[in-house]
């Protein structure tokens, strides 16, 4: 819901009123039903409204607190807000309209800025107290919402979207070179730095405080997972009545909003959990699903395409039920728009998230979604079977480190970057600093028994993974004008599976522990025999969705491209990486390209993943480093 920006000048000069409406036209996708500014000599902040509460003008942002002494512009959704509008009015607050942003403004009045720990929702804020003339950035817990800053010791700037910093004449493009050895390392930044040179990316659970005296921005963490305190007393009835009843209520409460709402149905038992509640909720619920044409796709690709399970249950359901069908052909059309929308590089196929999301805006507004669901109820029991054996910290890290290089491995690096890249990275081992320190943040964290190995994955994986998931989902639903609704990260909700024990996730997880992957040569068969995450959801939900999902097996989200890239997409890949005019071999290995493109060709290897990143890095270069159709919508 919604986009902000905003400028702070420390200096005292005051803000360029002009500057500041360039950077908020930049995000007229997040926010295409207004617009609104505020400016007081050195601060300008901005907001671009997608109306879901409240479509009057009531509604417009930045908005003041009725004492004067807060403006904010908020972008997100808040689920408990009508109770704290009760409790704010219990002290004396009234209130003009029926927004969530109001509830924000008047609690920042009465409470001050921890009142934001009290919100149960997604949001990024950016708060100016004009009584101490500070800048307050924050974020949500989970990071659902986006929140990027620049500052060059003089002016910070921020905003939802990096993009909209190329409008302020003091921000230039620059690479990153460190970001990009994390990038191609892990697909993913597991950091709070980007592929642009001096832009951050604000932790998620984290405020700033910004005055004119400030010579750096220090973050501020106020809340953080915590699977340490499993409940041991707890029984598996009682996880199971307690997830079904928790689900419930966040579905109910993320259900909030006058535009209508509908929901992502995957085929998979997450979306169809939400699908099912949403849909005693809402007749005929929208329903929305991704498929593809499978007519030129071979071995275990053939499963990927999920329609058949979600028409199923938009059937038993009865919802009213739209498909969405990519052909290998979609890549060309789609890779410059989502990586336009994209700009900070993260996990994935994420072609298929722009593809369902402009199909969704055509008949609602908001639509909820499954993603956290498997991070929090233990759904990839393959990743944890790497490590659940470590005897000790380090060989945990060790092994878990060399799953999650997902791209190249380090001691590849020299062979993938240029000279120019590697004379620009002063440690190319440092990945692995990054990745530990995910970890050490935590200092809750054990590593003495499997249990405590599988909490320490799911902490890892929901930190760096799901926020990438999240950071994808927001970027390319709001291309389209869509907000997307998270009901699994649900504060209450989360609170909860925290404390349940990981044998009412993994419910083989004692046959686990008596593996020994040195016994037999099909280690790699054996694991995937375990592949029963999420017992205790699959439980709680039996009574809503088909057995048949229920007793599904776990399969990832991904187009067929390992197929298309050795068939219909290989001209267009050669066209984009194997070129003379390649702007990427400036910094990847052209020599690398190729041989990573004969390899997946020549069926030697499965590079997939390396070659999606390969043709995001180029169209990154493309657009933000060359300037090459900036505008691309």
């Given at each position: 819901?919604?986009?902000?920006?905003?400028?702070?000048?420390?200096?005292?000069?005051?803000?360029?009123?002009?500057?500041?409406?360039?950077?908020?036209?930049?995000?007229?996708?997040?926010?295409?039903?207004?617009?609104?500014?505020?400016?007081?000599?050195?601060?300008?902040?901005?907001?671009?409204?997608?109306?879901?509460?409240?479509?009057?003008?009531?509604?417009?942002?930045?908005?003041?607190?009725?004492?004067?002494?807060?403006?904010?512009?908020?972008n997100?959704?808040?689920?408990?807000?009508?109770e704290?509008?009760?409790e704010?009015?219990?002290?004396?607050?009234?209130?003009?309209?029926?927004?969530d942003?109001?509830?924000?403004?008047?609690?920042?009045?009465?409470?001050?800025?921890?009142?934001?720990?009290r919100?149960?929702?997604?949001?990024?804020?950016?708060?100016?107290?004009?009584?101490?003339?500070?800048?307050?950035?924050?974020?949500?817990r989970?990071?659902?919402?986006?929140?990027?800053?620049?500052?060059?010791?003089?002016?910070?700037?921020?905003?939802?979207?990096?993009?909209?910093?190329?409008?302020?004449?003091?921000?230039?493009?620059?690479?990153?070179?460190?970001?990009?050895n994390?990038?191609?390392?892990?697909?993913?930044?597991?950091?709070?730095?980007?592929?642009?040179?001096?832009?951050?990316?604000?932790?998620?659970?984290?405020?700033?405080?910004?005055?004119?005296?400030?010579?750096?921005v220090?973050?501020?963490?106020?809340?953080?997972?915590?699977?340490?305190?499993?409940?041991?007393?707890?029984?598996?009835?009682?996880?199971?009545?307690?997830?079904?009843?928790?689900?419930?209520?966040?579905?109910?409460?993320?259900?909030?909003?006058?535009?209508?709402?509908?929901?992502?149905?995957?085929?998979?038992?997450?979306?169809?959990?939400?699908?099912?509640?949403?849909?005693?909720?809402?007749?005929?619920?929208?329903?929305?699903?991704?498929?593809?044409?499978?007519?030129?796709?071979?071995?275990?690709?053939?499963?990927?395409?999920?329609?058949?399970?979600?028409?199923?249950?938009?059937?038993?359901?009865?919802?009213?039920?739209?498909?969405?069908?990519?052909?290998?052909?979609?890549?060309s059309?789609?890779?410059?728009?989502?990586?336009?929308?994209?700009?900070?590089?993260?996990?994935?196929?994420?072609?298929?998230n722009?593809?369902?999301?402009?199909?969704?805006?055509?008949?609602?507004?908001?639509?909820?979604?499954?993603?956290?669901?498997?991070?929090?109820?233990?759904?990839?029991?393959?990743?944890?079977?790497h490590?659940?054996?470590?005897?000790?910290?380090?060989?945990?890290?060790?092994?878990?480190?060399?799953?999650?290089?997902?791209?190249v491995?380090?001691?590849?690096?020299?062979?993938?970057?240029?000279?120019?890249?590697?004379s620009?990275?002063?440690?190319?081992?440092?990945?692995?600093?990054?990745?530990?320190?995910?970890?050490?943040?935590?200092?809750?964290?054990?590593?003495?028994?499997?249990?405590?190995?599988?909490?320490?994955?799911?902490?890892?994986?929901?930190?760096?993974?799901?926020?990438?998931?999240?950071?994808?989902?927001?970027?390319?639903?709001?291309?389209?004008?869509?907000?997307?609704?998270?009901?699994?990260?649900?504060?209450?909700?989360?609170?909860?599976?925290?404390?349940?024990?990981?044998?009412?996730?993994?419910?083989?997880l004692?046959?686990?522990?008596?593996?020994?992957?040195?016994?037999?040569?099909?280690?790699?068969?054996?694991?995937?025999?375990?592949?029963?995450?999420?017992?205790?959801?699959?439980?709680?939900?039996?009574?809503?969705?088909?057995?048949?999902?229920?007793?599904?097996?776990?399969?990832?989200?991904?187009?067929?491209?390992?197929?298309?890239?050795?068939?219909?997409?290989?001209?267009?890949?050669?066209?984009?990486?194997?070129k003379?005019?390649?702007?990427?071999?400036?910094?990847?290995?052209?020599?690398?390209?190729?041989?990573?493109?004969?390899?997946?060709?020549?069926?030697?290897?499965?590079?997939?993943?390396?070659?999606?990143?390969?043709?995001?890095?180029?169209?990154?270069?493309?657009?933000?480093?060359?300037?090459?159709?900036?505008?691309?919508?």
């Open positions: 819901m919604c986009g902000i920006v905003g400028v702070f000048n420390l200096n005292g000069a005051a803000v360029d009123e002009g500057v500041l409406m360039r950077m908020t036209d930049a995000l007229i996708h997040r926010g295409p039903d207004g617009e609104g500014k505020f400016l007081d000599g050195n601060i300008g902040i901005a907001h671009r409204r997608l109306a879901i509460l409240d479509l009057s003008d009531a509604g417009l942002q930045p908005m003041t607190s009725r004492d004067g002494s807060w403006v904010i512009s908020f997100g959704c808040i689920y408990n807000y009508k704290l509008r009760e704010l009015r219990a002290c004396g607050h009234s209130f003009k309209s029926s927004t942003t109001e509830v924000i403004v008047e609690g920042l009045s009465r409470f001050g800025i921890d009142f934001l720990e919100l149960n929702g997604m949001f990024a804020i950016g708060a100016w107290n004009t009584k101490e003339r500070a800048l307050y950035l924050s974020r949500d989970f990071g659902v919402k986006p929140l990027y800053y620049h500052f060059d010791g003089t002016t910070l700037i921020f905003a939802s979207e990096i993009k909209a910093f190329m409008q302020h004449p003091g921000f230039k493009v620059q690479l990153d070179f460190d970001s990009l994390e990038y191609f390392t892990f697909q993913n930044m597991f950091r709070n730095r980007t592929l642009f040179k001096d832009v951050v990316l604000l932790p998620q659970a984290n405020t700033v405080r910004i005055d004119v005296h400030s010579t750096s220090k973050h501020e963490s106020w809340w953080d997972y915590d699977f340490s305190k499993v409940d041991e007393n707890m029984t598996f009835k009682e996880s199971v009545l307690e997830t079904e009843r928790l689900m419930k209520q966040s579905v109910e409460r993320q259900m909030i909003s006058d535009v209508p709402v509908g929901s992502y149905l995957s085929g998979g038992m997450d979306s169809g959990s939400i699908t099912a509640i949403a849909s005693s909720h809402v007749p005929r619920l929208s329903t929305f699903t991704c498929g593809f044409d499978m007519s030129t796709v071979t071995g275990h690709e053939a499963n990927f395409d999920e329609r058949r399970d979600a028409e199923m249950m938009a059937n038993h359901f009865k919802t009213e039920h739209y498909e969405q069908v990519i052909n290998a052909g979609d890549l059309w789609s890779l410059p728009r989502v990586v336009w929308h994209l700009e900070d590089l993260r996990v994935g196929m994420s072609y298929p722009y593809y369902i999301s402009r199909l969704a805006s055509k008949f609602v507004k908001v639509c909820l979604q499954g993603t956290g669901g498997d991070e929090l109820f233990g759904g990839y029991p393959w990743r944890y079977y490590v659940f054996k470590s005897v000790d910290r380090k060989e945990y890290f060790d092994l878990y480190y060399s799953f999650w290089q997902r791209l491995q380090d001691g590849d690096k020299t062979n993938l970057f240029t000279e120019k890249s590697l620009n990275i002063p440690d190319i081992d440092k990945p692995r600093s990054v990745f530990e320190r995910v970890f050490l943040f935590n200092d809750k964290l054990k590593y003495d028994t499997p249990e405590e190995h599988i909490q320490n994955s799911l902490y890892f994986e929901i930190k760096t993974f799901l926020h990438g998931l999240l950071l994808v989902g927001d970027k390319l639903s709001m291309a389209n004008g869509l907000e997307e609704r998270f009901p699994f990260l649900d504060n209450d909700l989360v609170n909860f599976a925290q404390k349940i024990p990981v044998k009412f996730k993994l419910g083989k004692n046959e686990m522990k008596r593996i020994d992957e040195n016994s037999t040569n099909k280690a790699g068969l054996l694991y995937r025999e375990f592949d029963d995450g999420k017992t205790v959801l699959r439980k709680a939900m039996q009574d809503f969705i088909p057995k048949a999902i229920i007793d599904r097996k776990k399969q990832g989200f991904s187009a067929p491209d390992e197929s298309w890239y050795r068939g219909e997409n290989l001209k267009y890949i050669e066209s984009v990486l194997l003379s005019d390649t702007l990427s071999t400036e910094y990847i290995s052209g020599d690398y390209m190729r041989k990573v493109v004969r390899e997946h060709i020549d069926g030697k290897a499965n590079h997939r993943l390396l070659i999606w990143s390969f043709l995001n890095f180029e169209m990154w270069c493309r657009i933000f480093i060359d300037k090459q159709g900036l505008h691309e919508n």
